[in-house]
């Protein structure tokens, strides 16, 4: 098949399992696409509600105070509202209106009367489609990672995108933990901005598009090393994330569209369950992509108590398809983080590795809401006609006869649902073929995506959100730094009981409503109400005084005389205030010959790693190689101790103990003596 016929035969599975969140208020803020039409170009919003009464919606473009549409919806009666096509500087900018701060872009859908609605984007190409639901005012807040999955191969279309609206003027926006190398569009520039940190202010309803550009030149920076930047800001926003297009098969030009709203990192979780697509078994379209909020962050698959992966702040994971429960469509995965992360799964339409598509994926709980209640015409994609299916994730407590779904045929027959490996709590079911309007009623907490493809067209989204999960955002209060600081739950909400976690370890005796931290760390808090119990957002607690630590570890414990050893070193600031001028220093002992090195922040002039400044809670790394070699050739081995010290502006408290040393043990290799026509050839294994 020529590389035309392939593209011309994609099929995209835009799987949103985005959080669709009944809300008064919605934003959506542009994004950029790596191409007009590339990857969408028809375009609506489809407007749905569970409420009976008809009641109003305005649609507000930018900063504008007067509406550009209004729309009276009840739960017999939807609505859609029809964009203009590709590029049309509202959903999606083009070049000129990139990297710039825009007053006329971007939407905002709100009922005056307070009453509660969904809002789901929808696109498609020739080739492409996305889905995009809006979070509603649970998408608001100060603190995000960049979220999507590598962008592999190289076509002109193909781009990576952040989107952000402010809610109040004046908004002092920060996005900073980017890969050094990342270029972001200015206009005609594709690098019009090359610095390591940029910030924005904008006023409420003011929008700013980032796109890194993949094009026809692809760089490891552009294809992953913007997922898991940071965005924080000083007042609510709202962003919009994603891909348009993306690839999957390295060296090749094949696309999709993925794109979607993630919320906030104080409302992600620690507990996800994952339902496959329809892609192959080779696992390159068939995953979940996690991205790390805090450091350490170990992550368990199926009920494993082994992780398979620990990943710092900023840092992601992809775990292998293999730990699904099968390779056909409807399959499962459980996944368990010891600290809050975001979930993307980039899943398939077909078994074709170009029919990706992208979800973000909500933690599961059992205060889910039991009712899902519409998918407006789930077969519509912006004017064409799809297949139409629904995930379910259910409680196992849920008799299968208690859940209800109907299209605009009636009741529908529910399949025999999938277990989960790793949890009792919980059941999924896959139903295909599903016409119209379409609703799930349960007994039991549920979360209900759905998704249809037609030919090279697909999209999904996600109807399940946070409607009924309580506020549990933490605080600091006394000192804010230790020691002094006392953690508690800033709404003042009360529970029936509270268990505190450190470091995602149970804390012996602290159940009470209010925490008095002892030592940095990340702690948050697990609420009991009836038979249901809730994590709380993490929230990381310093020292008030600078406190540097320093870890020292080797694999290479055991080396022979003339090989390499490599040793890894991290280094942490627990200190709540930034240190400066901070430089480690790596002497090596004699026996230990320096090779290389790689540092994640800095630069390394052996024996000199100069970090610069560190902020609270930042973590970085460096991984040193050296040759070893015997200064003793009369013993069989010697063991050497490789120390690293730092030094700053301020002075390091040392409340934390470091681990600054690793020893290595070097054996000696004895010459081995052949006699060969009875000269003497000494052979000396010596690298």
Request: hydrophobic share 35%; aromatic share 10%; proline share 5%.
């Amino acid at each position: 098949m020529t590389l035309k016929k392939i593209v011309a035969s994609l099929m995209l599975f835009i799987g949103f399992i985005s959080y669709g969140q009944l809300s008064d208020l919605h934003y959506l803020p542009p994004l950029k696409q790596g191409q007009n039409n590339g990857a969408i170009q028809q375009q609506a919003v489809y407007l749905s509600t569970p409420e009976t009464t008809t009641f109003t919606v305005n649609v507000y473009q930018g900063t504008n105070a007067t509406p550009v549409a209004t729309f009276n919806i009840s739960n017999t009666s939807s609505a859609v509202y029809n964009l203009a096509n590709g590029d049309n500087n509202v959903t999606l900018v083009n070049n000129t209106n990139t990297g710039v701060v825009l007053t006329n872009s971007g939407l905002r859908f709100e009922a005056p009367g307070g009453n509660n609605f969904y809002v789901n984007y929808r696109g498609r190409s020739n080739s492409q489609a996305a889905s995009l639901t809006s979070k509603g005012r649970v998408a608001m807040g100060t603190s995000f990672k960049w979220g999507g999955v590598p962008n592999l191969g190289s076509h002109v279309s193909k781009s990576n995108t952040l989107g952000i609206m402010a809610t109040e003027d004046n908004t002092t926006i920060d996005i900073f933990g980017y890969d050094p190398d990342c270029e972001f569009r200015v206009g005609s520039n594709r690098a019009g901005i090359t610095a390591d940190t940029y910030q924005i202010v904008l006023d409420a309803n003011e929008s700013f598009v980032f796109e890194t550009y993949i094009g026809t030149s692809p760089t490891p920076a552009h294809e992953d090393g913007w997922i898991g930047a940071s965005i924080v800001s000083d007042k609510d926003i709202v962003i919009s994330n994603g891909s348009l297009n993306y690839g999957r098969q390295a060296g090749a030009s094949n696309r999709d569209a993925g794109i979607d709203q993630p919320v906030p990192e104080n409302s992600l979780g620690k507990e996800y369950v994952f339902v496959r697509g329809n892609g192959g078994s080779s696992g390159q379209t068939e995953f979940p992509l996690l991205i790390g909020t805090q450091n350490n962050t170990e992550i368990f698959v199926n009920g494993s108590a082994t992780p398979i992966a620990t990943i710092n702040n900023g840092e992601y994971f992809e775990i292998p398809s293999s730990n699904y429960s099968s390779n056909s469509v409807g399959a499962n995965m459980y996944v368990q983080t010891s600290k809050d992360v975001y979930a993307y799964q980039c899943m398939a339409g077909s078994s074709q590795v170009y029919t990706q598509g992208l979800n973000f994926v909500a933690p599961i709980n059992c205060l889910l809401p039991d009712t899902m209640d519409n998918i407006p015409d789930i077969r519509d994609a912006a004017g064409i006609t799809v297949s139409g299916g629904v995930t379910i994730i259910a409680s196992t407590a849920t008799p299968d006869s208690n859940i209800i779904v109907t299209d605009s045929g009636g009741t529908v027959s529910l399949p025999a649902s999938n277990t989960v490996a790793g949890t009792s709590d919980w059941k999924t079911f896959y139903i295909a073929n599903l016409n119209g309007d379409v609703s799930v009623q349960s007994s039991g907490p549920i979360a209900v995506g759905f998704f249809g493809f037609n030919g090279a067209r697909g999209l999904a989204g996600y109807y399940s959100g946070f409607d009924t999960v309580p506020n549990v955002d933490l605080q600091i209060t006394g000192t804010n730094c230790l020691p002094g600081a006392t953690l508690g739950i800033a709404s003042g909400e009360t529970f029936d009981a509270y268990q505190w976690y450190g470091d995602g370890t149970l804390i012996p005796g602290a159940t009470s409503a209010t925490y008095n931290a002892p030592t940095a760390g990340d702690y948050f808090l697990r609420v009991t109400r009836g038979p249901c119990s809730y994590d709380s957002n993490n929230i990381q607690v310093y020292y008030c005084n600078p406190d540097i630590v320093l870890n020292k570890s080797t694999t290479d414990l055991v080396v022979n005389d003339g090989e390499l050893v490599s040793f890894d070193i991290t280094v942490e600031s627990f200190g709540i205030d930034p240190v400066t001028n901070l430089q480690v220093t790596d002497l090596l002992p004699t026996g230990l010959d320096f090779v290389s090195a790689t540092v994640s922040k800095g630069s390394f002039s052996h024996p000199n790693w100069t970090i610069g400044t560190m902020t609270q809670g930042e973590l970085v790394s460096m991984t040193l190689t050296a040759r070893a070699w015997m200064t003793n050739i009369y013993l069989s081995s010697m063991t050497y101790t490789n120390t690293v010290t730092n030094s700053q502006d301020q002075t390091d408290s040392n409340i934390t103990t470091d681990s600054p040393s690793a020893d290595v043990q070097v054996n000696l290799l004895r010459p081995n003596t052949v006699i060969t026509n009875s000269r003497i050839t000494v052979r000396v294994n010596r690298h």
